[in-house]
C-alpha cells in the first residue's frame, strides 16, 4: 500500500471553529489531492497541489483553503466549520497530473460539524 | 449530462454468476480510464486500468469504446468478497487536477 495518512481519522468540532486536516506520504508523489465523499455525490474534488506551494482549486473549493509547504504534507483548513462540511475527506497522491496515472488514497477523516 | 454516470444499483448477484457494470462519460478528451473499488468505510483503491483494446486480470475484464464514450467491468465467477462499491472513473483531459469519479455502483454478492 502507498504511504499515505491522514490525522485526525475522526474529528466532531462545533459550527464556527476552525478545522485543519493533515496528509502525510512517504511515497515522494508530486501531485496531492483532497477530496470530500457525501451520499449521493461520490468523490469531489476540494483542492489540489501540482508541487510546493502550488496548488488549486476544485469544483467544491467554498469555505476550505489548503497549504503544501513540504513534498510530503498537504493541510486542507477549514476557517469556520458548517453543518455542511460534515463529510467523510479523501487525500489522495499521484506521480503524475492530468489523471494519467492512478491517484492513491488516504484512509479519510471523518469530520462531524454539530 | 453528467460527467460520469453509473448506475448506482445495488446489484444483487448469486455467488458464482457473471455480473457486468457500464459506465457512461461525456469529456471525449479523456484519455485515461480506471475501475476503482471501494469497500465500506473504506478508501477507494484501483482496481484495474482501461486500456483501448480492453484488457483482462484474472475474473476481471475491463473494455472501452470510445466511440460511445462508454467503460464496462466484467466480473466473472463473483465471490463474496467481491461484493463493493465499484467506481468508473476517467481524466479530465487536461490540467493537473486529474480525475472525475462517477458515483459508484453497488455489488452485493449473495452466498
Redesign the interface.
Known sequence: DAGITQSPRHKVTETGTPVTLRCHQTENHRYMYWYRQDPGHGLRLIHYSYGVKDTDKGEVSDGYSVSRSKTEDFLLTLESATSSQTSVYFCAISEAGQGSTQQFFGPGTRLTVL | RKEVEQDPGPFNVPEGATVAFNCTYSNSA???F?WYRQDCR?????LM?VYSSGNEDGRFTAQLNRASQYISLLIRDSKLSDSATY?CV???????????????THLIIQP
Open positions: 479523456s484519455q485515461s480506471f473504506k478508501e477507494p483503491k484501483l486500468s467506481l476517467v481524466s479530465r483531459g487536461g490540467g493537473a487536477d486529474g480525475l472525475t469519479f462517477g458515483k459508484g
